[in-house]
């Protein structure tokens, strides 16, 4: 049986993706969201013994929202000697380690090749993000919580 938080998760995860449709069966149960339809639904097993049912009602699924950058130092007139730091996976953008701390980096910022960025979190890891290349930081593409995916910039770095 699926937990609450995770169907979240997968929601979060399907709704910043750009497939239309998404199913997942573990232990007899099924989670088959869809976005053409903007319904999603949860069946579960039949079980002899249950404690207590849990009814999960249908949840809308929303396009994802397109968002501006955040942090932008002076106008970029030539981006292609700048490098993109890309994320590696599916998941969501926490620019410091909490809430409480300082962003690991800001525009204006020097980094190394193994100088962490920031964090994106998937399926409940937080993977630290490391810059792999020694420059200044230009540009933060995205805000702190966004949903980013597999291949997005998520900040330009003028190589030194």
């Known amino acids: 049986m699926f937990k609450v938080q995770e169907i979240r998760e997968i929601i979060k995860l399907v709704d910043a993706s750009s497939i239309d449709e998404f199913v997942y069966e ?3 149960a ?3 969201l869809k976005k053409n339809s903007g319904v999603t639904e949860v069946v579960a097993p039949k079980q002899a013994a249950a404690p207590a049912p849990v009814a999960v009602a249908a949840v809308p699924v929303a396009a994802p929202k397109v968002e501006a950058p ?3 130092a002076a106008p970029v007139a030539e981006t292609t000697d700048l490098h993109k730091i890309t994320s590696p996976m599916v998941g969501t953008f926490y620019q410091s380690p909490n809430p409480e701390s300082p962003a690991f980096v800001k525009v204006g910022d ?4 193994e100088s962490i960025v920031c964090i994106v979190e998937a399926m409940k890891l937080f993977n630290e993000i490391e810059a792999e290349i020694k420059g200044e930081i230009v540009e933060v593409l995205v805000k ?3 949903l980013v995916e597999y291949g997005q910039p998520l900040f330009l770095v003028k190589a030194e």
């Open 144 to 146: 702190d919580g966004q």
């Open 110 to 113: 020097k980094v190394g090749d």
């Open 26 to 28: 573990a232990d007899g």
């Open 70 to 72: 955040v942090e932008v």
């Open 30 to 32: 099924k989670v088959k």
